[in-house]
């Protein structure tokens, strides 16, 4: 047997318990340190069975809790390489404790660009549109259940998939980062989501065509989109943001007062 | 609102405001999700649905990236249903009003949000001077210290929002504003968000365009010859 799978057989417990606790990794994120305290005691089981003596433990520890950032769903394939760091380390290679400091450094960067874009930009707008529209449609409460479990199968499974991504890589943990996976399911993603929200419109057009008012009410719906699409260019000479929320509210208030005018539909 | 009804949703206030980012992300704080909970908390499930759908579509285009500031979207879901649901009955101007609601509890949220994390930063210190000291269960002690203020925190903010939804409710209750937007304005309106939201957020070009259109047709398709509630 390898010395790797020899390690990695040694570490299963460990390792599934530290993607259990990587859920917590922004338990205590704060503006200095950022995800660091999460970040360290989330890899501390991996620490005590790679380091039984507690001092040399809390020496290790101690230089977990600096500074760590990520996605916080990517932030276990960080975890990951630290263990199998920390493995080389106790061991005694040479320069590893530098390489482990510079690969988290290097890693924040990585998993939070991939991570943000994958599960931020991607993946739950998409999810967001598709749910709020079945939502609409069918007036139940099955969209907003399939979106939870839709966005854990990823987002758990990434998280539980990241620590032994990690820990398998080590030093190399680039070949995680450039796995054709995360290009392919931020692109399914946004091209679902474009779907989704392409069904959004046909259904407003569709919706206030049906209202009572025919063209009138098509003509509404497409001032609504300009309107929240206006909201959300950038206005004024110090290009600051007009909250698109806001932009709703003013839209939600002019159709309560044609509602209330025309005494209960649309025009 | 019944006493009962107020514990159960500030119950709900805490737990989301640990889902949102301290614990776990597993999105139960979306509004999409809130808001159903809400419903059956108030005893209108099919109203919650819908406020949930409106809310999220709101709030789809707000992305937590890095350390920027966002609104909160789970205490801006729940009181905002709570004030759509609590001023129907109330005859006030329940949509313009659980709207209002909602964006000013996404600011509100979103300091309470940036001084929890301030005062993590003083948790953080006590924590990793306790390590250097060789404290190797200082760490989880801070991360159960806190969750448990963030708990806290989440109540506190959800029970003071309801009392100022049922301050506010009684107030507009008889104003001029009283009857209610319906349903299917509510649906156009949230439609046009979602719509806006996925083409801002995601972009278009390539196959997403092409994507887009088709999703178009089917939106369309599905809601003139198929009917909605």
């Known amino acids: 047997m390898s010395p790797y799978r020899t390690l990695a057989r040694r570490l299963k417990g460990e390792r599934r318990r530290v993607a259990l606790r990587s859920t917590l990794v922004q338990a205590v994120w704060n503006y ?3 995800q660091a305290i999460g970040f360290g005691w989330a890899i501390l089981p991996g620490l005590e069975r790679i380091r039984p003596d507690v001092g040399e433990r809390a020496k290790r520890l101690e230089a977990h809790l600096e500074t760590f950032n990520a996605n916080p769903y990517l ?56 749910a709020a529209l079945a939502a609409l449609v069918t007036g139940s409460v099955w969209p907003a259940v399939v979106y939870v479990l839709a966005w854990n199968a ?28 995360w290009a392919g399911a931020r692109r399914g993603a946004r091209r679902g989501g474009a779907f989704a929200a392409g069904a959004a419109f046909g259904a407003g057009v569709a919706w206030s065509a049906s ?29 600051r943001l007009l ?23 649309l025009p | 609102m019944t006493g009962a009804e107020a514990g159960a949703l500030t119950a709900l206030g805490a737990l989301v405001f640990l889902d949102q980012w301290p614990a776990v992300q597993t999105m139960v704080s979306r509004p999409i999700v809130v ?3 809400v419903g059956a908390i108030l005893g209108a499930p099919a109203d919650g649905v819908l406020w949930g759908a409106v809310l999220e579509s709101i709030s ?38 659980a709207v209002s609601v909602a964006v000013a509890a996404g600011a509100v949220g979103d300091g309470v949000g940036r001084f929890q994390r301030r005062w993590n930063g003083r948790t953080a210190a006590v924590v990793r001077a306790r390590v250097a000291e ?34 506010g409710g009684a107030l507009l209750a008889g104003s001029p504003w009283a009857g209610q937007l319906d349903a299917r304005a509510l649906q156009v309106a949230a439609a046009a968000m979602a719509a806006v939201a996925g083409v801002r957020v995601l972009g278009l070009g390539g196959r997403r365009t092409t994507a887009a259109v088709l999703g178009a047709l089917a939106g369309f398709a599905l809601v003139a010859w198929g009917g909605t509630p």
């Open chain 1, 75 to 130: 932030a276990s394939v960080a975890m990951g390489v630290a263990l199998r760091m920390e493995e080389e380390i106790a061991r005694g290679a040479a320069g590893a404790e530098r390489r482990l400091a510079r690969l988290l450094r290097a890693l924040r960067g990585s998993l939070g660009a991939i991570g943000d874009d994958l599960f931020w930009a991607s993946w739950r707008p998409a999810l967001g549109i598709a």
């Open chain 1, 154 to 181: 990823l987002a758990q499974g990434v998280r539980a998939a990241g620590v032994r991504a990690g820990f398998a890589a080590g030093a190399g943990v680039a070949r995680v980062l450039e796995d054709p996976f």
């Open chain 1, 32 to 34: 200095d340190s950022l």
């Open chain 2, 134 to 167: 060789g404290s190797l269960a200082a760490p989880g002690r801070g991360i159960a210290i806190a969750l448990s203020r963030g708990a806290a925190l989440g109540a506190l903010q959800t029970a003071t929002g309801l009392g100022i939804i049922a301050t």
């Open chain 1, 211 to 239: 209202a009572g008012g025919g063209w009138g009410g098509v003509a509404i719906f497409f001032a609504i989109v300009a309107l929240v699409w206006l909201a959300g260019t950038r206005v004024g000479s110090r290009g």
């Open chain 1, 243 to 265: 909250p698109p929320a806001f932009a709703f509210l003013v839209v939600v208030v002019i159709l309560g007062a044609i509602h209330h005018w025309t005494g209960g539909t």
């Open chain 2, 35 to 37: 808001g159903p909970i």
């Open chain 2, 60 to 97: 789809l285009a707000v992305q937590p990236v890095g350390a920027a500031r966002y609104p909160d979207a789970a205490l801006a879901g729940l009181l905002g249903t709570v004030a759509a649901l609590t001023g129907a009955g109330e005859g006030g101007f329940p949509a313009a009003w």
